[in-house]
């Protein structure tokens, strides 16, 4: 369950100082603190970050993902940028070492800076090495415990231009718990939509399956031996089932859920 910024515990609480921030800097702020608390899916995540969180902090490349305490998989991982390989390999790491890692930057209480290439005593060699082999430079990361401490989570910016400054870290301590509420919502919508799907009959399912693959109903139906009507009719069900008006929503949602 997401939870709201005043519901943080001190964890949450930025560690540096304060720094000065510019009246235009407070007002991309603001816009951004709005923009988040109405994130519901991974993609309006990832328009955050594109749209707002790169006014705030420039960047090529983003990841966050959030993993449960003491488990060694995630229930979430967001790849804005990275170069897919970089990703699977350090996610590999992570997994193999239980998520400790992540649930050790989630407990650092302020946004850890690494300009230049990652430096070996700040990062284990797995990492060094899947950063380095791809000339990944310039990081920032800041992670935040659930209130709970049932979710650990973690945001990372790359290869941000020139040099990573005290006022950047001190704005990645300020975004991170509207971040992490609105990584939680992803999540909630994720399990609400798979609840959704798991209502779906094993048809259901099976057509969903090739609408996904980009077929019509008429070629549906030849494919299954059934009529255009009867597609038809499973298809509106389908809307119903997942809250879509059309095609292209269905699919959308039916890709969010699962890997197909």
């Known amino acids: 369950m997401a939870r709201t910024c005043a519901e943080m515990d001190d964890k949450t609480i930025p560690a540096r100082e304060p720094c000065r921030l510019s009246g235009e800097t407070k007002a991309r702020m603001l816009v951004f603190i709005e923009e988040a608390q ?10 955050l970050f594109l749209r707002r969180v790169k006014r705030l902090i420039p960047h090529p490349m983003a990841a966050c993902g959030i993993s449960v305490k003491g488990k060694p998989s995630w229930q979430s991982l967001i790849n804005i940028g990275f170069p897919e390989d970089c990703l699977r390999n350090v996610l590999a790491y992570h997994l193999a070492s239980g998520n400790r890692r992540t649930e050790s930057q989630a407990d650092n209480p302020a946004a850890q800076i690494f300009n230049g290439t990652t430096a070996e005593e700040a990062w284990s060699p797995h990492h060094t090495e899947a950063m380095g082999a791809q000339g990944i430079h310039n990081v920032i990361i800041r992670g935040l415990p659930d209130i709970g ?20 870290a001190y704005l990645m301590d300020l975004i991170t718990p509207h971040l992490h509420r609105a990584l939680l919502h992803t999540l909630d919508d994720k399990a609400c939509r798979s609840r959704s799907q798991d209502r779906l009959t094993a048809r259901e399912q099976e057509i969903l399956h090739a609408m996904c693959a980009g077929r019509t109903n008429k070629e549906i139906a030849g494919l299954l031996g059934i009529s255009d009507n009867t597609v038809r009719n499973h298809v509106q069900r389908i809307y119903k089932k997942l809250g879509a ?6 699919v959308m949602r039916a890709k969010g859920l699962s890997e197909w």
């Open 38 to 47: 109405h994130v519901k899916r991974e993609n309006d995540l990832k328009r």
């Open 149 to 168: 401490g049932e979710h650990s989570s973690f945001f990372c910016l790359a290869q941000c231009p020139g040099t990573i400054s005290e006022e950047h």
């Open 245 to 250: 008006t059309n095609r292209a929503m269905a």
